[in-house]
């Protein structure tokens, strides 16, 4: 164990470096359309607040707004705040209804702390569309929700995924994002209801931590994690940056299966992230196959959903239908969710196909 809380140091070291050579992150107000020229004709403004910035899998969202507003001609801006704190979108919200902008979309921190600010903006005749992360049963401060994938599924699959690398068996932790991030809550809880069925009878939840969806934080929960539970056989992180910070900190522990330092079998980690950012691991053996959807696509579609409610085209109803461009007729689910595209799961033999 010394050896490897040694590793696990040096490993913390690496990790800040390397954090500190990303791009600066700002939370100034970022035209799409800047250099380009184009996607301002039609005078419709749409705005895009994440749950934080810097977070590489919210610039393919903010792509696929980019893509639609190029289409439609749509103005768009994206700004959002440092950290996903419950609150801190709060001010960003209120400058955007100063604005005048006409659709809001944002991937909630809160499934609640919002409603004051969003119902501001609703009163001013601003569309609100909470887009990856949606306001858990607070739908009525938002006009509609565009999801990544079917939720009902979600934890589901995870803990199927994690089932499948460890034999059904052994303890395992989930390294989450924030407390009160209102997706990854909606998925731990079916995870947790997943695990009640009897195949599941033998896999042991023994710890939740939080990373905040910050790299430096993730990566500091689990290495505790590591050094507080030698006999972890899984963990799944279904943070995009969660799951990046916890493969690079288990490549260093070297805990991975078949790794210098496995006790056992060693640690199988899975989750959600961007093949990207997960590459590298699952071309070197550390992570072995993990899950994800198209984040482009949600931002896509909820550029033609914004414009469609806000011009009065659109009135959301379960079951009812818009079409979203390129990516054709989409349709409502219950309180006026729209769920994008279907799960993937990425291994060593799709990954080097995707770029995102
Ligand atoms: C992080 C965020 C986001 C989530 C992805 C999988 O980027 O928490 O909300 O959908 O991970």
Redesign the pocket.
Known sequence: MLKRSKLLLIGLALVIVGCQKEAPVTGDPKPADSGSGSGSGSGFKIVFIP?NTG?P??KDVIKGFEDASAEIKASFVTTGPAN?DATSQISYIKDQIQRGVDVIAL?ANSPDALNPVLDEAKAKGITVLTV??DLAKNESHRDAAVI?TDFSKLGESQVELLGSLIGYEGPFAILS?TTD?P??NAWIATMKDTLKQPKYAKMKLIDTVYGN?DAEKSTTVCEALLSKHPDLRGIIS?????LAASAQTLQLSGAYPGGPHAVGKGVQLTG??TPNQLKKFVQNGTVTSFQ?WS?RDMGYIATYLGQQIHSGKLKPAEGGKFTAGKLGEKTFGKLNVVAAGPLLTFDKSNIAKYDF
Not at 238 to 242: F, I, M, R
């Open positions: 749950k977070n899998y919210f996903g991937a990856d992360a990544p994002a991030a997706n990854q969806d279904p943070t995009s940056v969660g959600l992230s994800l984040p």
